[in-house]
Structures are given as C-alpha cells and as structure tokens.
C-alpha cells in the first residue's frame, strides 16, 4: 500500500536548498513521488496519510562512514582485541545496531573489527531477524607490523580474536583479501598508516605498507569486484593509496596541502572521523583516558581541522564518520556530531554538512539506492522537529526525533533496555568501577544540560 508524508521542510540530500513538501509517496519501500515547492500538484485523493510533518524537517537518514560495530564501546585496546567471543560479540552487536538505528542512522559502513562480526550482524538484519541499519562491512584490517593493529608486543604475537591481519608477504595479502571475499564482505580495509613510538623520532604516523603492496591489495580486491578503503594518517600513506586507487580514505588528518590537492584531483571521498579525535579531546577524562592522552588528541585536533579545511576548501569531498565503538564514541549517542563538527572546525554551512552525513556518506554503503530523498530511491528518512539549518546540533538530540523511517516503514522508538557488562568483558587495569554506564550518564546529562 502506498503511504504518504505530508507538509514540512523538505532538504532532500543532494545539497539543494531546502523546498516546501507538499507530500512525498512512498511504495514497497521506496520513494516513488515527491512534490515539493510552491507549484506542487495535490495530494491524489483517497491517499493515505501516514506523517503530517507540518513545522518539521523531512530529510534523509543519516549515514554513519565509520561505526565500528564489533568493538563494543571499547575502552582500549584489549577490550577491543581480546575479550568477548565471536558469538558473543556478534549478538552484542544487533544490540548495538538497533541502537544506532534509532539514532536516525538508517546505514553505516562499518570499516573493520574482529572475525566476520561486521558481515554477521549485517546478514542478521538485512534477514529480517533483528531491526538495524543498512550495513556495508569489512572485516580485519590487512595490517602488518609497522601498520595500527599491531597493538602487541613481538613476543604476545598478534591475536586471533585482534582487528588486524598480519599480512607480511605478498601472499598473505593476496590470500586474505580472498579470504574475506569468500566470506562474504562488502570492501577490505587496510591499516596503511600506523602510530608507533618506535619506528619514528618522537611517535607519530607512519606509512605502514610499501606502495607496490598497497596496489596489489587493492588490484586485487577490485579484480574480485570489492571496493577499498584505508586508515591512512600520515600524508605519505595518504599519497601511495592514492596512487594505489584506493575507493576512499579515513581519517588524512595529517596530510599537507599538496597531498590534499592530490585527493581533490584524484576524486577520492574522506573521511575525517573528528568525532572520535573531538570526544577524547573534550570527554576523555569520563572514559579514563589519561591527561597525556587527551591533551595529544587536542593537539591532533587543532592539526587535523587546519588540513582538512583546507581540503575541503580545495575540492575534498567529506563524508561524515564518527568511530562509533569506543567508550568516547559509544553506539546511538554520537552518529550526527559530525555534522556540527563540520560545522564549527572546517566552517561548512549546515546545508553542506547533511549533504557530508547523507548523499556524501552514503558512497560507502549504497550510493546507487541510498542517502537522497529522490524517486527510486530507499524511502530511509527523518522527521524533525526543528529546523537543522538553524541549529545543526538538533539532530543530536533524540527529542526532536519524530520518525525514522527505514524503507518506509516507520522504526519502533522503544528504549533499548540498559545493557550490562559482564566481568570478563573488562580489561583487567581497568577498575570495577562502571565506567561505561558513567560515561554514557555523563555524556547524555552534559549534553542535555548544554542543549
Ligand atoms: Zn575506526
């Protein structure tokens, strides 16, 4: 049957300025008519109204680029590499999932973590059996030993259960992207830029993987028909998986001006995910980070907006991200800070903005089928009660939250019950104190209270 939403703002995704909805019809789970502006035809009659949106906002659903889905609002790296089985992670994430759903996200692309928890949660929802985002996944990081992921010294080895592949030799890249087309993801991730005390004077981002290597990984993720990205940092990372032809980048918070004209030039979308670096800069003394640590991310921080604004000036397409996963960045909480972030560091205009968390976003799941309110296209979108190009920071707040509409069908907003962690979830330095129920407290009271 064919559903109607009627009256309101409409701002459709593509970064055209906002129109009058006049109503906008919706058949088998996509959009098969809008009519918008001041010249619309009436509703056909007899038609059945299922949202009148006068005074709200109607507009895409949100695409998160970077959410994390296996990670399970990690506090560091042995919650994110060591406890929790596959099993257990895998039904811990559907939790998550709903979530972030209900969040307004009606897809993420989730770039990497342990096993195949990532293309699991994913099936489990596009099966029906669980209510959820779209997904795109990945799974482990083709990484190596200069390269993020190898958290562990030498002698610990590298764990199964980790988020990284060692991948040292030509074959083991070869075989593991082969591996994990069998199994079913939707693009590879590489760890091509790594943080490492040891390898640099002073720390700081390295290339991880040689140039040659990097283009045979992808040659051959492409060759299986897969799409690629890449956590590249430094500006040399940046660089070789550009000329690798890699499908887009996270992060390139360290690159220069004249690598940021390379990626105008070369087309390649970014990903910056600020929130996460943002959220340890502001929050990170509730999810125990250290003083050092958190005064680094400021440091990070100030670098990281001076280059990305200036390649989103130079013709960089951003897409908004946010690392979802992280005890800073925990699920269904963060997903739209992005968009203020853009906002207020790189000087978008919050029209500019939606378009990096919805149309831009969306290249990374199904940009053929999501992230426009456009005939043809997946009916996922929101009702908001406000006006987003007036205050960005609304789509924050699960107040203005009217709908989220996933193919059509409206999302049931009932509160996911409190989940509990049990013991051997927790990093053993880690004290028995209940940091992550504080730190969703805190965060959600100071935010509220600011808002
Ligand atoms: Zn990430």
Redesign the pocket.
């Known amino acids: 049957m064919k559903k109607y939403i009627v009256n309101g703002t409409l701002i459709d995704g593509t970064g055209r300025p906002a129109q009058k909805l006049a109503w906008m019809e919706m058949d088998g789970g996509r959009i098969s008519a809008i009519a918008a502006g001041e010249q619309a035809p009436p509703l056909p009659p007899g038609a059945s109204v299922t949202i009148d949106a006068a005074g709200k906002t109607v507009m895409p659903g949100l695409t998160d680029a970077?959410c994390?889905i296996s990670y399970g609002v990690a506090r560091g790296i042995e919650e994110q590499d060591l406890f929790g089985s596959p099993e257990y992670r895998a039904i811990r994430g559907v939790y998550h999932a709903r979530k972030v759903l209900q969040s307004g996200v009606t897809s993420f692309s989730d770039?990497?973590g342990s096993w195949y928890v990532g293309v699991a949660v994913r099936d489990a929802i596009k099966g029906g059996l669980f209510p959820g985002p779209r997904i795109s996944a990945a799974a482990r990081y083709l990484s190596n030993h200069a390269a993020l992921t190898d958290y562990f010294p030498s002698w610990v080895g590298s764990p199964r259960s980790g988020v990284g592949a060692m991948t040292e030799t030509a074959s083991q890249m070869l075989a593991e992207v082969r591996d994990q087309v069998k199994n079913g993801v939707d693009f590879i991730k590489i760890a091509a830029s790594g943080e490492s005390a040891t390898l640099t004077p002073g720390g700081g981002s390295v290339p991880a993987f040689r140039a040659d290597e990097l283009k045979l990984i992808v040659d051959e993720a492409h060759r299986l028909g897969r799409r690629v990205t890449a956590?590249a940092r430094a500006g040399q990372s940046v660089s070789d998986c550009i000329e690798a032809g890699i499908d887009w980048i996270?992060h390139a918070d360290f690159m220069d001006q004249a690598c940021a004209d390379r990626l105008a030039d070369a087309g390649i979308p970014c990903c910056p995910?600020l929130t996460?670096v943002a959220n340890v800069a502001e929050w990170g003394h509730i999810a125990g980070c250290s003083q050092g640590r958190i005064d680094r991310f400021r440091r990070d921080l100030d670098l990281a907006v001076k280059n990305l604004e200036y390649g989103w000036r130079n013709g960089v397409t951003m897409m908004c991200g946010t690392?979802s996963?992280f005890a800073v960045t925990p699920y269904g909480e963060w997903h739209a800070r992005e968009l203020e972030l853009f906002v207020s560091h790189l000087g978008m205009s919050p029209l500019q903005a939606i378009t990096c968390g919805t149309r831009n976003a969306a290249f990374t799941v199904d940009p053929e089928n999501l992230g426009t309110l456009e005939v043809g296209k997946f009916a996922d979108l929101l009702v908001i009660d406000g006006d987003p190009l007036q205050d960005i920071r609304i789509l924050q707040d699960s107040r203005r939250l009217c709908a989220v509409i996933l193919g059509g069908e409206m999302t049931d907003m009932t509160p996911t019950p409190e989940m509990h962690r049990w013991p051997w979830e927790r990093s053993l330095a880690i004290s028995e104190r209940e940091l992550y129920r504080e730190t969703v407290a805190s965060a959600s009271v100071t935010r509220a209270a600011a808002a």
Do not use: E, I, L, S
Request: hydrophobic residues 20%; aromatic residues 10%; charged residues 10%.
């Open positions: 970077h994390h770039p990497g956590h996270q995910a996460f690392d996963g």
